[in-house]
């Protein structure tokens, strides 16, 4: 059976990111919650939740000894398939801009900004439930057609420097991706953990894929 490493590094989003990964296992992968460089590198799948700010997510994952480290490795060594989850895909970035400038782990070359709209009437955070567009037939996001709505809720989103890099989009003010997907890497802005059924699906999709 597969194992899938669920980082733990103190996100809020981590235990609805567990319960919804068990659920979409249905039995066929492990699903292990750790900071464990060890397991983290031995796994065969890794799952990066997030919910915050950038920097405190950032300060928060360096914190764990070794586990970026461990990722890189099982990532980029190994090839293993990777999905990070709102603040999770967010830290894919080269750089985060709140709060001042902070590095991330820069495996998707391009910045976190804050969302900006023209319309007054436009509320950031974005919060709720929101249709996407452009979706690419990427295997992890195939599923999920043009006007499938899922669950958002942030005021920054990750601009990738090159837009091959973009598996799907969403407008709230102004258009900026929902999801990324470069090789065995792939995030999502939106809560998949939040969004239902095709958010299931979606993580489904990520347990079978092979890149």
């Known amino acids: 059976m597969q194992s899938v490493a669920l980082i733990n590094y103190g996100s809020g989003n981590l235990r609805s990111a567990e319960k919804a990964l068990i659920r979409a296992a249905d039995g066929k992968s492990r699903i292990v919650v750790t900071d464990d460089p060890d397991v983290v590198a031995a796994a065969d799948r890794i799952v990066l939740p997030g919910v915050g700010a950038f920097a405190a997510c950032m300060a928060a994952l360096e914190a764990r000894p070794g586990v970026i480290e461990a990722m890189t490795e099982a990532v980029h060594g190994k090839g293993a398939p990777f999905l990070?989850?709102?603040?999770g895909m967010q830290l894919l970035a080269s750089r985060?801009?709140?709060?001042?400038?902070?590095?991330?782990?820069?495996?998707?070359?391009?910045?976190?900004?804050?969302?900006?709209?023209p319309d007054p009437a436009v509320k950031i955070p974005h919060m709720g439930w929101n249709g996407l567009t452009g979706v690419t037939d990427h295997p992890v996001f195939a599923g999920l057609k043009d006007g499938q709505t899922v669950y958002f809720t942030h005021s920054f989103a990750f601009f990738p420097k090159d837009a091959g890099d973009v598996a799907a989009y969403v407008e709230h003010g102004e258009r900026f991706p929902a999801a990324v997907a470069r090789g065995n890497v792939a995030g999502v802005?939106?809560?998949?953990?939040?969004?239902?059924?095709?958010?299931?699906?979606?993580?489904?999709r990520f347990l079978e894929w092979r890149p």
């Open 84 to 87: 990070g989850i709102c603040v």
């Open 96 to 117: 985060g801009l709140e709060f001042g400038e902070t590095p991330g782990l820069d495996w998707i070359a391009g910045d976190v900004r804050r969302l900006q709209s």
């Open 189 to 204: 802005q939106f809560h998949p953990e939040k969004s239902q059924g095709p958010g299931l699906d979606l993580l489904a």
